[in-house]
């Protein structure tokens, strides 16, 4: 086994493995862009190599820089992570022309496998079942649009070299194909360095089913059972299981069969994974799947596979690249219990998952021995717009299905994330979906059930209560620390942590939530303050710990919640959804609202990537206006109303800040 392990990656994936060298002893070597100076990866590694700026393109992606840094601390070997080079032929061949071991697979095999058409060409020749559609060299655009009306609508168009949803777009208009087209060619010339891609048939109730393979150097190969992947949006899994439900024994042996020769035909060596599309239509069939693509490399979701098999991947990595023989033989592998993995993303699932940025003001989970936490952040930490906004994964095991999404829930809803927006409160919903509990999935489950998994966000009287009981705690500590105002402001704890008895001054407190003006009048009572929601009269009282933890008692109803102060107001935290509350100087009569159409603003920080308007042209609700690219994904921003452009004052090519104004609409008489 080498001695030294530099891992050419970041966040969560590259703390996943130095955890796991560091438990074999071997001395660990971090790399990291100016974004990342103090990141998480970079404080748990023994040393850390700075390679450039903030910007993938100029850092992590740039193989010279990567070899550099093995060599300056002395890495005898090199594991890519997934992303960036751990699929790229040129950095493997470095790696052997440097002497430094590549974990991965050898050169060749990255090469067969790694372009999805030339993977398509050889299962095809092998007589593996590929999906119908056009996997050839031609990029034509109009020769593409002819081969998507040979195949027949809808069409998926995927980036040849990458993976992870981006490059690829589902095109159900013939009217759409060419503007799809660029779209995707773009976000894959920008994600992977190389804009072909293919054209394929869309399978209407498709499962995205994988199986885990490894190989070693002596002849050896394996498959540790299988992964479903259904759970997507815009193309990229955001929750995995295993073993996939309702798989029948059949079908596994012959997914797994046909993934370990597929490994043996091209030499491989290392972790894998053959990914193939399954027809749900009519259940689970031996006869009903079909070869997608092979990721030669660790997946994201591989932990689900180590809970179910109780093995560590990361290890078994680093002991076949060592050249040692895979530890179990494939009637050695079990297959344990039922594994869900979720992932945690800085991302508004109420505006379409779009990425969110921002400092983690908040970041605390449950204790529980179920569940593993793979986090690549900790409270404090930034999420940068420049990577990917995964913030870590949530992975739960138990006996069953049913045992290990119950704890999974459970341990979701006790979770406290304040910061950026998250996809926490949607984990959640989903965990807790009667369709998803029964098994009735597929890659639109998202999709179809999204108005439930993503519904209004309700205020109701026990978070407002929570809400005040944490606000006016803080309020009164902020003016005993002559943190605000000249003079008292009214508070049931003005002068203490209690409340004041016998008081009668009444208030009425004003914050925007959501967009909108939200007031409540209060009045202090004996032990408690009275507020009114909704025509209804409550009275809480309660505690606000130095931690943030707020205990309110809301109408003899005990409620708890977190509570985190910002730069102008304050986050609640209740059952994992986040409520913002933003605080209105009482002289300021002009609260704007988020529901004003007048402008189309910057929701985040990115590239202007295209403006697909001008001043002067009337636009329709729902109209592409401009495409931003942000965290490796372009989003297209469109008209929240009919109206007519006034002025355009962005181009393309342009970095903005999130709030900047790109579009000014005319005023409607």
Same mark, same amino acid.
């Given at each position: 086994?080498?001695?030294?392990?530099?891992?050419?990656?970041?966040?969560?994936?590259?703390?996943?493995?130095?955890?796991?060298?560091?438990?074999?002893?071997?001395?660990?070597?971090?790399?990291?862009?100016?974004? %990342?100076?103090?990141?998480?990866?970079?404080?748990?590694?023994?040393?850390?190599?700075?390679?450039?700026?903030?910007?993938?393109?100029?850092?992590?992606?740039?193989?010279?820089?990567?070899?550099?840094?093995?060599?300056?601390?002395?890495?005898?070997?090199?594991?890519?992570?997934?992303?960036?080079?751990?699929?790229?032929?040129?950095?493997?061949?470095?790696?052997?022309?440097?002497?430094?071991?590549?974990?991965?697979?050898?050169?060749?095999?990255?090469?067969?496998?790694? #372009?999805?058409?030339?993977?398509?060409?050889l299962?095809?020749?092998?007589? $593996?079942?590929v999906?119908?559609?056009?996997?050839?060299?031609?990029?034509?655009?109009?020769?593409?649009?002819?081969?998507?009306?040979?195949?027949?609508?809808?069409? #998926?168009?995927?980036?040849?070299?990458?993976?992870?949803?981006?490059?690829?777009?589902?095109? %159900?208009?013939?009217?759409?194909?060419?503007?799809?087209?660029?779209?995707?060619?773009?976000?894959?010339?920008?994600?992977?360095?190389?804009?072909?891609?293919?054209?394929?048939?869309?399978?209407?109730?498709?499962?995205?089913?994988e199986?885990?393979?490894?190989a070693?150097?002596?002849?050896?190969?394996?498959? #540790?059972?299988?992964?479903?992947?259904?759970?997507?949006?815009?193309?990229?899994? $955001?929750? /995995?299981?295993?073993?996939?439900?309702d798989?029948?024994?059949?079908?596994?042996?012959?997914?797994?069969?046909?993934?370990?020769?597929a490994?043996?035909a091209?030499?491989?060596?290392?972790?894998?994974?053959?990914?193939?599309?399954?027809?749900?239509?009519?259940?689970?069939?031996?006869?009903?799947?079909?070869?997608?693509?092979?990721?030669?490399?660790?997946?994201?979701?591989?932990?689900?596979?180590?809970?179910?098999?109780?093995? %560590?991947?990361?290890?078994?990595?680093?002991?076949?690249?060592?050249? /040692?023989?895979l530890?179990l033989?494939?009637?050695?592998?079990?297959?344990?219990?039922?594994?869900?993995?979720?992932?945690?993303?800085?991302?508004?699932?109420?505006?379409?998952?779009?990425?969110?940025?921002?400092?983690l003001?908040?970041?605390?989970?449950?204790?529980?021995?179920?569940?593993?936490?793979?986090?690549?952040?900790? /409270?404090?930490?930034?999420?940068?717009?420049?990577?990917?906004?995964?913030?870590?994964?949530?992975?739960?095991?138990?006996?069953?299905?049913?045992?290990?999404?119950?704890?999974?829930?459970?341990?979701?809803?006790?979770?406290?994330?304040?910061?950026?927006?998250?996809?926490?409160?949607?984990?959640?919903?989903?965990?807790?979906?009667?369709?998803?509990?029964?098994?009735?999935?597929?890659?639109?489950?998202?999709?179809?059930?999204?108005?439930?998994?993503?519904?209004?966000?309700?205020?109701?009287?026990?978070?407002?209560?929570?809400?005040?009981?944490?606000?006016?705690?803080?309020?009164?500590?902020?003016?005993?620390?002559?943190?605000?105002?000249?003079?008292?402001?009214?508070?049931?704890?003005?002068?203490? %942590?209690?409340?004041?008895?016998g008081?009668?001054?009444?208030?009425v407190?004003?914050?925007?939530?959501?967009?909108?003006?939200?007031?409540?009048?209060?009045?202090?009572?004996?032990?408690?303050?009275?507020?009114?929601?909704?025509?209804?009269?409550?009275?809480?009282?309660?505690?606000?710990?130095?931690?943030?933890?707020?205990?309110?008692?809301?109408?003899?109803?005990?409620?708890?919640?977190?509570?985190?102060?910002?730069?102008?107001?304050?986050?609640?935290?209740?059952?994992?959804?986040?409520?913002?509350?933003?605080?209105?100087?009482?002289?300021?009569?002009?609260?704007?609202?988020e529901?004003?159409?007048?402008?189309?603003?910057?929701?985040?920080?990115?590239?202007?990537?295209?403006?697909?308007?001008?001043?002067?042209?009337?636009?329709?609700?729902?109209?592409?206006?401009?495409?931003?690219?942000?965290?490796?994904?372009?989003q297209?921003?469109?008209?929240?109303?009919?109206?007519?452009?006034?002025?355009?004052?962005?181009?393309?090519?342009?970095?903005?800040?999130?709030?900047?104004?790109?579009?000014?609409? /005319?005023?409607?008489?």
């Amino acid at each position: 086994m080498f001695k030294s392990l530099l891992i050419a990656n970041r966040s969560e994936i590259a703390v996943r493995v130095i955890r796991t060298a560091r438990a074999l002893g071997i001395r660990t070597i971090a790399v990291y862009s100016d974004a %990342d100076a103090g990141a998480y990866h970079v404080r748990e590694a023994d040393e850390a190599v700075h390679i450039g700026p903030a910007a993938a393109k100029e850092s992590y992606l740039v193989i010279e820089k990567i070899i550099a840094a093995a060599k300056a601390a002395g890495a005898e070997a090199i594991h890519p992570g997934y992303g960036f080079l751990s699929e790229n032929v040129a950095f493997a061949d470095a790696c052997e022309k440097a002497g430094i071991v590549f974990v991965g697979p050898p050169a060749s095999a990255i090469k067969a496998m790694g #372009l999805k058409d030339a993977a398509k060409a050889l299962m095809e020749k092998a007589g $593996v079942p590929v999906v119908p559609g056009y996997h050839g060299d031609m990029q034509d655009a109009r020769f593409l649009e002819g081969e998507a009306q040979k195949i027949g609508y809808p069409v #998926l168009i995927k980036a040849v070299a990458g993976g992870g949803g981006k490059g690829m777009r589902r095109v %159900d208009d013939p009217a759409r194909f060419e503007a799809e087209l660029k779209s995707a060619q773009r976000e894959a010339g920008a994600a992977f360095g190389d804009e072909r891609v293919l054209v394929e048939k869309y399978v209407a109730r498709p499962r995205h089913i994988e199986i885990q393979v490894f190989a070693d150097a002596h002849g050896n190969a394996v498959y #540790l059972h299988e992964r479903d992947c259904s759970l997507q949006r815009r193309h990229q899994k $955001v929750i /995995e299981e295993a073993p996939a439900p309702d798989m029948p024994p059949e079908m596994r042996r012959a997914m797994g069969e046909a993934a370990v020769a597929a490994a043996k035909a091209i030499g491989y060596r290392g972790a894998g994974t053959i990914e193939f599309i399954a027809d749900a239509s009519r259940g689970l069939r031996a006869d009903a799947f079909w070869f997608m693509e092979m990721n030669t490399r660790l997946q994201v979701e591989h932990p689900v596979t180590e809970a179910i098999t109780g093995t %560590d991947l990361v290890a078994w990595q680093l002991l076949v690249a060592a050249g /040692e023989k895979l530890p179990l033989t494939q009637d050695e592998i079990p297959l344990e219990g039922h594994a869900v993995e979720v992932r945690l993303y800085a991302e508004d699932p109420a505006k379409k998952f779009f990425p969110s940025t921002g400092k983690l003001a908040r970041l605390r989970a449950p204790e529980d021995a179920n569940i593993r936490m793979d986090m690549g952040v900790e /409270e404090g930490d930034e999420v940068s717009m420049f990577y990917d906004p995964m913030i870590g994964k949530i992975i739960s095991h138990g006996e069953t299905r049913d045992i290990a999404l119950a704890r999974l829930r459970r341990f979701l809803l006790g979770m406290e994330v304040a910061g950026p927006k998250t996809n926490l409160a949607f984990l959640a919903a989903v965990m807790g979906h009667e369709a998803f509990q029964k098994a009735d999935i597929d890659t639109g489950f998202i999709d179809r059930h999204l108005e439930q998994l993503v519904p209004t966000q309700a205020l109701g009287a026990d978070v407002l209560g929570a809400a005040l009981v944490g606000h006016l705690h803080d309020r009164a500590r902020a003016y005993r620390a002559g943190q605000v105002g000249t003079s008292d402001p009214w508070s049931p704890w003005a002068a203490t %942590d209690e409340w004041i008895i016998g008081g009668h001054r009444s208030e009425v407190l004003k914050f925007v939530l959501d967009g909108e003006v939200v007031s409540i009048p209060v009045t202090p009572r004996g032990q408690g303050v009275h507020f009114t929601h909704n025509a209804t009269e409550y009275l809480v009282s309660g505690t606000l710990s130095a931690d943030g933890e707020i205990v309110a008692i809301v109408d003899g109803k005990r409620v708890k919640a977190a509570f985190v102060r910002g730069a102008h107001g304050f986050s609640l935290i209740h059952h994992g959804s986040v409520y913002e509350f933003t605080n209105i100087d009482p002289l300021d009569v002009d609260v704007a609202s988020e529901a004003d159409t007048g402008s189309l603003k910057a929701p985040m920080p990115g590239k202007v990537v295209q403006v697909l308007v001008e001043a002067g042209a009337k636009v329709s609700k729902g109209a592409a206006l401009v495409v931003m690219e942000a965290m490796k994904m372009e989003q297209t921003l469109a008209a929240a109303a009919d109206g007519v452009i006034a002025s355009v004052n962005i181009a393309a090519g342009d970095q903005v800040e999130a709030g900047a104004t790109l579009v000014v609409f /005319e005023e409607k008489a």
